[in-house]
């Protein structure tokens, strides 16, 4: 050969340059792998100054005489004694360009130690279905060539340690990445968005074409969450992870280098064939205060060795940021979760008890559970006539009066406000949180709705109003409680006979009276003064049901009629 390329995965004839007519073209033999010029596979293409060819690991800087007006756009090069140069990929090149321009607006590139930076206005790299990431063992044959430790080289001395530029060089590096990656994704929470931003600049700042994240899922499943491709084309390809090089970052938590190629599934071990020739490829850890919650994968279908161990040492800067980003964005949406939940709870249970809802101290169980329960039901006697003499506003007023100071005293006994059902209030004792008397706290705040109501007829009397009047009845069993609707609409309700029951002692029960079962009074003790009314006949029972009027708790006033 003219030119001997020393690279392991370069064809003997992979490629010609020719002088045709006055120009020097590259053709590609039909190579495997493929040939790239300045990042673009080519398989004819007429070479200028400071094109940059890629064929495997190795990479060849051109350097052409033809005259000035002919030249493409390029940096000019020192003189060469030869058309091409060839060298290793991790040896500087002769010539250092400030930046260079690929030819695509949503490509960018790297040549020695300096990195080219797409323009702002460059239109966002397509996004992947996520179907299309698959991580199977055998379908990836990975030979990782470095390692980073956890935490290597993350540190930064003192400047009177400081003993060589070098390392001024490095600190400046990671301090740069960072502020660009901060100033690029801003103050964004939404992490879907987040995901596709951190890949975005990292496609600026590596030669990588495809990238992918990936985060553990609430049930400890490791599955992509974002995948992002630099090239249009690619967006329907197939994204092949190998599982070696995440099971190294998952148990090592450190930062990995390799060549990798895919295999045909239809083949194993030693008889696997490589179907898509070599890929380079770089996974690092997103680790928070120690803590392993994802995976961020960049490859490089350029070449085995596009990427070399001082672009593992950025991609490792560009995590170590975005994992503090995507941790403060999920913290924000949790925060945001709780605040939601907070302000639901509040309006159900009373402040302590929502406290402990909240914080974990309280279980609320979402498929449902049966839980010994006492039900509070009181509805407005006479409201429908009420409402046919009154305004719509009169009586939305008079309902949210009436409301506020029903709830607040069953907030007082600890009771979950369950709903309101028109002008009626169902309240529960037990559910979510338990107490053992909460039978006791159910009668004790049906009493103490009476006199609040009676001192609130007072005050409407005097205003000109009429004065409201309600029932009550207490109802205590097994019931079924947990979160009940649809996936749009979900409230915690409590389901079962025993509250069916309930409703209709309330129902039964004449204004200003409070009816309570024979399961609720047997509950309480001796504590309240009852008086027993009727058996209540109930449908699809053999024997009616013994019921009681609460005529106040002994040793303490009585409940007085309107």
Not at 98 to 108: G, K, Q, V
Not at 130 to 159: C, N, W, Y
Not at 409 to 434: Q, R
Not at 481 to 491: D, I, P, T
Request: charged letters at 25%; glycine letters at 8%; aromatic letters at 6%.
């Amino acid at each position: 050969n003219t030119v001997q390329v020393l690279d392991r995965i370069v064809s003997k004839e992979h490629c010609h340059i020719d002088l045709v007519d006055g120009r020097f073209v590259l053709r590609d033999l039909g190579s495997l792998n493929g040939t790239y010029v300045n990042g673009e596979r080519a398989q004819e293409r007429v070479l200028f100054t400071g094109d940059e060819i890629t064929m495997g690991s190795t990479r060849i800087l051109f350097y052409g005489d033809y005259p000035k007006e002919d030249a493409a756009p390029r940096v000019p090069g020192p003189p060469a004694p030869v058309p091409v140069m060839a060298q290793p990929a991790h040896v500087a090149p002769p010539l250092v360009a400030s930046s260079l321009t690929a030819n695509d607006a949503t490509t960018s590139r790297s040549v020695g130690a300096t990195l080219a930076v797409a323009p702002a206005s460059a239109p966002r790299p397509p996004s992947r279905d996520l179907s299309k990431v698959t991580m199977a063992p055998g379908m990836v044959e990975s030979h990782i060539r470095t390692k980073l430790a956890p935490l290597a080289d993350q540190s930064f001395l003192p400047e009177t340690l400081l003993q060589d530029v070098a390392q001024l060089r490095r600190d400046y590096e990671k301090l740069r990445v960072s502020y660009d990656l901060s100033r690029a994704i801003g103050v964004e929470l939404d992490i879907d968005s987040l995901l596709a931003k951190i890949l975005d600049r990292a496609f600026e700042l590596l030669p990588a074409d495809r990238g992918v994240v990936l985060l553990y899922e609430e049930g400890g499943e490791l599955a992509p969450r974002c995948v992002r491709t630099k090239r249009k084309s690619a967006q329907d390809e197939q994204v092949v992870l190998s599982t070696t090089i995440i099971n190294e970052v998952l148990r090592d938590k450190a930062a990995v280098l390799s060549s990798d190629a895919s295999v045909d599934s239809r083949f194993s071990g030693a008889h696997s064939i490589i179907m898509q020739g070599i890929r380079s490829s770089m996974a690092v850890p997103l680790l928070y205060a120690g803590e392993l919650f994802g995976i961020m994968l960049l490859d490089s279908q350029i070449a085995a060795n596009a990427f070399q161990e001082k672009d593992l040492q950025m991609f490792q800067n560009v995590a170590n940021q975005a994992a503090v980003t995507i941790q403060n964005s999920l913290y924000a949406k949790k925060l945001q979760h709780e605040a939601l939940t907070r302000e639901r709870f509040q309006r159900l249970l009373s402040p302590a008890i929502a406290e402990q809802v909240i914080s974990g101290k309280v279980e609320v169980a979402k498929g449902g559970e049966l839980r010994d329960t006492t039900m509070l039901f009181s509805d407005i006697r006479g409201f429908t006539n009420m409402s046919e003499s009154r305004s719509p506003q009169e009586i939305v007023e008079m309902l949210n009066e009436y409301f506020e100071q029903m709830v607040e005293i069953i907030f007082k006994y600890e009771g979950t406000l369950d709903k309101f059902v028109g002008d009626e209030v169902m309240a529960l004792y037990g559910s979510p949180v338990k107490h053992a008397d909460d039978p006791i706290r159910a009668v004790r705040s049906a009493i103490e709705m009476l006199d609040v109501l009676n001192q609130w007829n007072d005050e409407r009397i005097a205003r000109g109003q009429v004065p409201v009047h309600i029932g009550i009845g207490i109802n205590s069993g097994d019931v079924v409680a947990g979160y009940l609707g649809s996936s749009k609409a979900l409230e915690y309700t409590v389901i079962g006979d025993v509250v069916n029951t309930g409703a209709r002692l309330c129902s039964a029960a004449q204004a200003g009276q409070i009816l309570v079962s024979e399961a609720t009074l047997l509950r309480t003790g001796d504590l309240f003064e009852v008086q027993e009314q009727p058996p209540m006949p109930l449908k699809g029972k053999s024997k009616p049901m013994r019921i009681y009027s609460v005529i106040g708790e002994k040793g303490g006033p009585r409940i007085g009629k309107p």
